[in-house]
């Protein structure tokens, strides 16, 4: 089994925010035949409503693929 993973994660600051969106790829071999391939979106925005306390607000995409 060969199995690769690539993820990237950019992150934007704002004045009383910030927003970051982790994106993972994988690819996975068995046995040289293609197995399955998967995307992973996973954005999330943390706002900060006074120093002590802050509303985070996030959601799950996912796309996989299972090859035969």
Known sequence: MVSHTLGLTPVYNFRSSRLWIPFTFNYTDVEADK?????DLNPTWLYLV????GLEVG?????KYYWF
């Open 35 to 39: 197995y399955y391939t998967a995307y």
């Open 50 to 53: 006074n120093p002590k306390v």
């Open 59 to 63: 959601c799950h995409l996912a796309r």
